[in-house]
């Protein structure tokens, strides 16, 4: 390596020899990619299913987060292994498409891998491989369709959509209280679904926690929270019907804007300053009022003076309110964010039918909910826990149990969990294999072996013997053609997982294949890694 100059004088670095790089070709290069994704999968592995362990992540800064889903592990885990950030963007795949089945995917593929070295040892070209493996994955995603059914639900009958929900939750900390979390999800979703065009906006739900309380105190609001309370204490706390001013102009006298110097040296001209602020105050409070405003909601804060002339006026304020919330806001309640206090009119306010400011315990927590909204039907899910850590791990488990609730709006069709839509597309893609006459044969019957490891984690997960139970399930599926049959990981005496009620989107599970399958294709494909060495 050299510094050298351009004719400009810029300076720039010369790598002399090209062949320093390390490098891997062939088949090292396969296995070393394979290593590295195997590594990845390994680490998930624990953490499927009901009885699957949580990890515990530090960030560099010190930030503890602990939690059970696949994706945000991958995210908050610093890989710099390029293979390893495959998987991490598989996960992150599934998270984005699907939301549920981020652990899942990573353990599919790292089978996958384990399989595919086993066939690359045997000399079996990875082309061949990837080959067979796109052969199995078609057999397999086709096969889960016969084995899918249909889901029903309606709207009064929203049972069999929070007994779905509860299975995403089942596996995450906040497993003891399922039932309510699942019913809060799905009126959630219900709450913002547009049952005629299949379609959920997620973004019209909004996932709001606050540390206190206890987690079955977790609430659905049809509004929005702000975290933020009125600006004088003396203020009302409900407000009916309200009419909404929207400000982003602070409630105060106007600055100079270029350099003035005010001299104040009697009495006389203090006062008039002060008469002239009080005017400026009371000019903008009687503004808003004019045009009908009874709450007014501000970006910027306001001083005493203000604050309590406001109170006076029985014009109740919320101060420092952040952009974010007071767009959502003016989105909600139909209102236009106004800029100047010149520029408010009657049409640019926003309507909610109850403003209330509710406060928790005995600290002087306070939070602002905005209900009955007139324009949109956004709602927002209010969570309470012990600590911060356990509100955002149950956001999280919440985000999962939406999106299962709303690809189950998009697509009514599911398959049963616990591995039991593994174990039987192990099956057929295992008597599809025979049709093959070529090499793929191997491939085919690799990636039914891998469809095992699903199972097989399930059941080590839940401290079972994993190759007797995979074998005695498999067997009863063979013989009683039953592929509802799967892991008892709770222990609840039938291997039934339609009695169990443990279920799984069918796009949610095809996903998972069809991802797993594309990212080992691409692993398998890279015969040369070439990588600039450390300098
Ligand atoms: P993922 O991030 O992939 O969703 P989870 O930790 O949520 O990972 O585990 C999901 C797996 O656990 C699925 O295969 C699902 O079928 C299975 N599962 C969930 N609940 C149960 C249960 N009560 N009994 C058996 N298996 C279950
Ligand atoms: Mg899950």
Not at 47 to 75: C, F, H, R, W, Y
Not at 271 to 297: H, P, S, W
Not at 425 to 452: H, K, M, N, P
Not at 476 to 491: A, H, L, S
Request: hydrophobic share 40%; aromatic share 6%; proline share 3%.
């Amino acid at each position: 390596m050299a510094l050298a100059f351009d004719e400009y004088g810029r300076p720039f670095i010369i790598i002399k020899e090209q062949e320093q790089k390390s490098r891997l070709r062939g088949l090292d290069a396969q296995k070393a990619n394979i290593n590295a994704g195997k590594a990845v999968a390994r680490i998930l592995r624990t953490s499927l299913g009901p009885k699957g362990m949580d990890k515990m992540l530090q960030s560099p800064d010190g930030d503890v987060t602990i939690t059970n889903d696949g994706a945000t592990i991958l995210e908050l885990m610093d890989v710099d292994n390029q293979i390893a950030k495959l998987m991490v963007e598989l996960s992150r795949s599934q998270d984005y498409e699907i939301g549920d089945g981020t652990t899942g995917v990573v353990v599919m593929a790292g089978a996958l891998l384990e399989q595919a070295e086993k066939l690359l040892e045997r000399g079996i070209h990875p082309v061949r491989v990837a080959e067979g493996y796109e052969l199995a994955s078609r057999i397999a995603v086709e096969h889960l369709e016969h084995i899918a059914q249909k889901f029903e639900f309606n709207v009064t009958n929203i049972e069999p959509l929070v007994r779905t929900c509860m299975t995403t939750l089942s596996s995450k900390i906040v497993n003891r209280c399922k039932q309510t979390l699942a019913e809060i999800a799905v009126k959630a979703v219900l709450a913002v679904a547009d049952l005629e065009r299949k379609d959920v906006n997620l973004d019209l739900i909004k996932v709001e926690g606050k540390v206190g309380g206890k987690l079955e105190d977790t609430e659905l609001v049809y509004g929005i929270i702000v975290d933020k309370d009125m600006s004088h204490p003396q203020m009302p706390k409900i407000i009916e019907d309200a009419k909404i001013a929207i400000l982003t102009c602070p409630f105060e006298p106007p600055k100079p804007k270029t350099k003035h110097k005010v001299d104040i040296d009697t009495v006389e001209k203090f006062q008039t300053l002060r008469q002239q602020e009080l005017k400026y105050f009371d000019d903008m409070v009687q503004k808003c009022k004019d045009v009908g405003a009874t709450l007014v909601i501000c970006q910027w804060g306001f001083d005493d003076e203000a604050n309590h002339l406001l109170m006076h006026r029985n014009l109740p304020a919320v101060r420092w309110v952040g952009g974010v919330e007071l767009e959502l806001i003016a989105i909600a309640t139909g209102g236009r964010i106004v800029p100047r206090f010149q520029e408010l009119t009657p049409e640019k306010l926003g309507r909610a039918g109850l403003v209330r400011e509710k406060s928790f315990g005995t600290t002087k927590d306070r939070m602002l909910y905005i209900e009955q909204c007139a324009n949109s039907r956004a709602v927002t899910i209010f969570i309470r826990g012990g600590n911060k850590m356990m509100i955002e791990e149950t956001k999280r488990s919440i985000h999962d149990a939406l999106c299962v609730a709303r690809n189950l709006i998009r697509n009514k069709s599911i398959v049963y969990g616990g591995g039991s839509a593994e174990i039987s597309c192990s099956i057929a893609v295992d008597a599809a294999a025979y049709r093959y006459r070529g090499v793929e044969q191997y491939a085919i019957r690799s990636f039914a072996e891998a469809l095992d490891s699903i199972p097989m984690a399930l059941a080590e997960n839940s401290g079972l013997q994993p190759i007797e139970t995979l074998s005695a399930v498999k067997l009863q599926q063979i013989k009683e053609n039953t592929p509802f049959c799967g892991i008892d990981c709770n222990d609840v005496g039938t291997n039934n997982m339609q009695e169990q009620n443990v279920f799984e989107t069918l796009i949610g599970k095809q996903q998972q294949i069809l991802l797993a399958t594309q990212v080992v294709k691409m692993i398998l494909k890279i015969d040369d890694v070439i990588s600039p060495s450390e300098y």
